[in-house]
């Protein structure tokens, strides 16, 4: 984002003293803690003209800058904190860096976020998206898009051990590994945590069912789900 021209957006809709006067506005309001392009991209989106900017979840690209609307599925205070956001298409990472370490404790678990700015890269097979100097998060915005995550439904066919992992900050975390088997093929899903307990008393032919799951998708097709903090399981007799 850094160096475009951003009021060739809006010439239409103001005249290019008010554009500058709204920026610094915002430069005010924020302390002069944003970069200018930073406040030139949030002063065009109040006027609507972003839209067509928005990245839907499952079409980032590792080494793209991205503006995306997510959910936070899980939040992780560690070295740096993260969230797991998902929108209605898959599921992300999101880095904090030095400069927005202080949005993590003002966003809870169900929020939506906005992130303005954010760089994509992949992370451990997902994608992740990292914010910082240039990037800009609104909690909860007004012009958030319904969020509506479908649940998944499938019949167990495999179950995994108990497993202990270690995150990057050397945290203790459980997982079991199950597969699934949907309508339209059998994928992997990782049950993370308190879910154990909820999972304990699955057997093999059961039908599972997550509700606001994480997932992965490549393209169109779903590759991957977790149960996290924010998800709920369910089981019925196959």
Sequence with gaps: ???ENHYSRVE??????????????????????????????IVVDEIGRNRSFITPISELRAGKSCTIFGKVMEKTKGKKGQFI?????SSCWLTLGDSQLDVFDRVDVGDILKVINGFAREYNGWMEVNVG???????????????????????VIDIG???????????????????LRTDSRTIPVTIWNEHIKSFKN??????MTIIEPV?????????????????????SRG
């Excluded at 809709?13 to 991209?41: C, M, P, Q, T």
């Excluded at 100097?133 to 499938?154: C, F, L, M, Q, Y």
């Excluded at 699955?202 to 039908?207: A, Y």
Aim: glycine share 8%.
């Design 85 to 89: 956001l998902s929108d209605n298409t």
């Design 1 to 3: 984002m850094h160096g």
């Design 202 to 207: 699955f057997k093999r032919g059961d039908i």
């Design 161 to 179: 051990d108990t497993e202990v992992v270690f995150n990057d900050d050397g945290d203790v975390l459980f997982s079991r590994r199950v597969m």
């Design 12 to 41: 239409d809709l103001i005249s290019k003293e008010d554009f500058h006067r709204a920026v610094e506005g915002l430069d005010r309001e924020f302390g002069g803690l944003l970069e200018r392009d930073v406040l030139e991209y």
């Design 133 to 155: 100097r240039w990037s800009h998060i609104e909690i909860n915005p007004e012009d958030a898009p319904s969020i509506d995550i479908k649940p998944v439904t499938g019949k």
């Design 215 to 235: 997932k992965r998708v490549k393209g169109k097709r779903l590759v991957e789900v977790e149960a996290r903090s924010i998800s709920r399981i369910f089981r």
